[in-house]
């Protein structure tokens, strides 16, 4: 009865912003009276409406909503619909916030490459930051800029360079054995998803190369489900309240009333108790793998690892070496996802909008300002399957980037504007992702061996593999043969695109040798 009564309260809101859209529209639409356009402009504004701050063009918005009603079904076909009639880049509408996305590879050279200082701060976020990271320390990625954070940034970088890289090949090496051994005996039985085994064997290795520290089996899987928990909460657009705030207003209403009146479900939040308690989570790890490390640093017994060069040194104070951390951990989300090397990461782009940055002073396009504070997202699957950089650009040809093409099956030469990457999944400009040169390493050295161990044959999986599928709300259904990069995405609306399940049977090419490689020690 109360949960009806919370639902109903919440409807009735929303139910009431939409009459009051249809209301400003005809009054909008009806009356070419300036005058009265501003007038109600203004009341959308002091409801809490979005700025107009820039004259790009964009879809026009319900009032206080804006453009948030549109894309519930999804972020990457709506865009592509926009971009479609308004162009590359584009104005858009999240309840308060004024939002520019950028669609094209030549709109991001132009902007977040060629004028990268101007669109390098992260925007702040109530949900993520204030009630996931209560404790004020985020991530390198997902941190506004400022001296710490590029100091951060700077000491982590020095760590994953492909000069450094090799050092951390005592991790690597054990971590690929114990996979190669795992899908050998998988080989032996029924086709099964492979989420939760390459879940388990990112994380574990990223942690591991991050502190230097051996991790059991429960440990990595219980770091693989949270960390994928985590990302889970930095998806634009949601929740409504971070935009709306109308509905923040409501929110306290709600809690107010059931703290008077001991209604224990108006009076809590679930989507902020889980983000509180995936954090609590993850602070407990974290604390304690930097104990251990230091604990091995002192006793001189610390093998090469990230964390570990950096603690040596004494670059940073305690803050940044915890914005350090989150921020290694965190990198062994998508490895799960994206072990497919440059052209599945180009097809099957794991993190579709990127990371949403925020604007500084001097940001344009093409002579438009750009106000600082905009929310600015970086649209890398459309740029990624930008057909004036790739030809048959929404294929899955792997021959785009042999024998000396750079992208084109067509011609030799770099497609395109120059960015500083290949392609758009991890980021461009003076934000992308640091790990870049560590992460496709790790995917090139796990793809090479599974193929040349093991063929691979999709297959329907049975009901008895489908409770082991990661995470669990995968196994609803299972992908297409065709493996459609959107119809085949089970979170169409948030900034992971995780698929749906997949049914994949191995059958080992030599298992003689292969057992024999997993017996020699050299390797």
Same mark, same amino acid.
């Given at each position: 009865?109360?949960?009806?009564?919370?639902?109903?309260?919440? =409807?009735?809101?929303?139910?009431?912003?939409?009459?009051?859209?249809?209301?400003?529209?005809?009054?909008?639409?009806?009356?070419?009276?300036?005058?009265?356009?501003?007038?109600?402009?203004?009341?959308?504004?002091?409801?809490?409406?979005?700025?107009?701050?820039?004259?790009?063009?964009?879809?026009?918005?319900?009032?206080?909503?804006?453009?948030?009603?549109?894309?519930?079904?999804?972020?990457?076909?709506?865009?592509?619909?926009?971009?479609?009639?308004?162009?590359?880049?584009?104005?858009?509408?999240?309840?308060?916030?004024?939002?520019?996305?950028?669609?094209?590879?030549?709109?991001?050279?132009?902007?977040?490459?060629?004028?990268?200082?101007?669109?390098?701060?992260?925007?702040?976020?109530?949900?993520?930051?204030?009630?996931?990271? =209560?404790?004020?320390?985020?991530?390198?990625?997902?941190?506004?800029?400022?001296? =710490?954070?590029?100091?951060?940034?700077?000491?982590?970088?020095?760590?994953?360079?492909?000069?450094?890289?090799?050092?951390?090949?005592?991790?690597?090496?054990?971590?690929?054995?114990?996979?190669?051994?795992?899908?050998?005996?998988?080989?032996?039985?029924?086709?099964?998803?492979?989420?939760?085994?390459?879940?388990?064997?990112?994380?574990?290795?990223?942690?591991?190369?991050?502190?230097?520290?051996?991790?059991?089996?429960?440990?990595?899987?219980?770091?693989?489900?949270?960390?994928?928990?985590?990302?889970?909460?930095?998806?634009?657009?949601?929740?409504?309240?971070?935009?709306?705030?109308?509905?923040?207003?409501?929110?306290?209403?709600?809690? =107010?009333?059931?703290?008077?009146?001991?209604?224990?479900?108006?009076?809590?939040?679930?989507?902020?108790?889980?983000?509180?308690?995936?954090?609590?989570?993850?602070?407990?790890?974290?604390?304690?793998?930097?104990?251990?490390?230091?604990?091995?640093?002192?006793?001189?017994?610390?093998?090469?690892?990230?964390?570990?060069?950096?603690?040596?040194?004494?670059?940073?104070?305690?803050?940044?070496?915890?914005?350090?951390?989150?921020?290694?951990?965190?990198?062994?989300?998508?490895?799960?996802?994206?072990?497919?090397?440059?052209?599945?990461?180009?097809?099957?782009?794991?993190?579709?909008?990127?990371?949403?940055?925020?604007?500084?002073?001097?940001?344009?396009?093409?002579?438009?300002?750009?106000?600082?504070?905009?929310?600015?997202?970086?649209?890398?699957?459309?740029?990624?399957?930008?057909?004036?950089?790739?030809?048959?650009?929404?294929?899955?040809?792997?021959?785009?980037?042999?024998?000396?093409?750079?992208?084109?099956?067509?011609?030799?030469?770099?497609?395109?504007?120059?960015?500083?990457?290949?392609?758009?999944?991890?980021?461009?400009?003076?934000?992308?992702?640091?790990?870049?040169?560590?992460?496709?390493?790790?995917?090139?050295?796990?793809?090479?061996?599974?193929?040349?161990?093991?063929?691979?044959?999709?297959?329907?999986?049975?009901?008895?593999?489908?409770?082991?599928?990661?995470?669990?709300?995968?196994?609803?259904?299972?992908?297409?043969?065709?493996?459609?990069?959107?119809?085949?995405?089970?979170?169409?609306?948030?900034?992971?695109?995780?698929?749906?399940?997949?049914?994949?049977?191995?059958?080992?090419?030599?298992?003689?040798?292969?057992?024999?490689?997993?017996?020699?020690?050299?390797?």
């Amino acid at each position: 009865m109360e949960a009806a009564l919370v639902r109903y309260g919440q =409807s009735t809101v929303v139910n009431g912003l939409l009459l009051f859209g249809v209301v400003f529209l005809i009054l909008v639409g009806q009356n070419q009276c300036k005058l009265l356009s501003r007038i109600a402009w203004t009341i959308n504004r002091a409801l809490g409406g979005a700025p107009h701050g820039t004259n790009l063009p964009g879809p026009s918005g319900w009032p206080i909503l804006g453009n948030l009603y549109d894309m519930k079904d999804g972020h990457i076909q709506k865009l592509k619909e926009w971009q479609a009639k308004y162009g590359d880049v584009i104005r858009c509408e999240l309840g308060e916030r004024e939002m520019v996305v950028i669609n094209s590879h030549k709109a991001l050279a132009e902007t977040v490459v060629q004028q990268n200082i101007a669109y390098s701060s992260r925007p702040i976020f109530k949900l993520f930051h204030s009630d996931y990271a =209560s404790n004020g320390i985020w991530t390198v990625g997902t941190s506004p800029i400022n001296d =710490s954070v590029q100091r951060t940034r700077k000491a982590f970088n020095a760590q994953v360079t492909p000069r450094v890289l090799p050092t951390y090949t005592k991790v690597i090496h054990p971590k690929l054995k114990k996979l190669l051994g795992e899908v050998f005996g998988i080989s032996k039985g029924h086709a099964v998803d492979m989420a939760d085994i390459l879940h388990r064997f990112g994380t574990g290795q990223v942690s591991e190369q991050l502190m230097g520290l051996p991790l059991d089996d429960d440990t990595v899987a219980m770091l693989a489900e949270n960390e994928t928990n985590i990302f889970r909460q930095r998806t634009v657009g949601f929740p409504a309240r971070d935009y709306v705030p109308i509905l923040r207003g409501v929110k306290r209403i709600i809690y =107010s009333i059931g703290k008077t009146l001991g209604i224990e479900s108006w009076s809590c939040d679930e989507a902020e108790d889980r983000a509180r308690g995936y954090r609590r989570k993850q602070g407990v790890y974290i604390d304690k793998l930097l104990h251990d490390l230091k604990a091995d640093i002192e006793a001189g017994t610390a093998p090469p690892s990230i964390m570990g060069n950096i603690l040596k040194k004494n670059l940073l104070d305690d803050t940044q070496i915890l914005l350090a951390s989150y921020t290694g951990i965190a990198a062994g989300v998508n490895l799960g996802y994206a072990l497919n090397w440059t052209e599945g990461s180009r097809v099957y782009t794991p993190v579709r909008l990127g990371f949403p940055r925020e604007t500084l002073e001097g940001a344009t396009y093409r002579g438009m300002k750009i106000p600082k504070g905009t929310l600015t997202i970086m649209n890398l699957y459309s740029a990624n399957h930008d057909p004036n950089v790739f030809d048959y650009p929404d294929d899955f040809r792997p021959e785009r980037w042999m024998n000396g093409h750079k992208g084109r099956t067509d011609m030799l030469e770099a497609p395109g504007d120059k960015i500083g990457v290949p392609i758009l999944t991890f980021g461009a400009g003076r934000r992308a992702c640091p790990g870049f040169e560590m992460a496709s390493r790790g995917l090139y050295s796990t793809l090479v061996l599974l193929i040349h161990f093991f063929t691979w044959e999709r297959q329907p999986m049975s009901e008895e593999a489908k409770k082991d599928v990661f995470p669990l709300f995968r196994n609803q259904r299972e992908c297409s043969l065709e493996m459609d990069a959107l119809a085949d995405t089970a979170t169409p609306t948030e900034a992971q695109a995780i698929p749906w399940a997949c049914g994949i049977k191995f059958h080992c090419r030599d298992p003689e040798a292969m057992q024999s490689w997993l017996e020699n020690n050299d390797m």
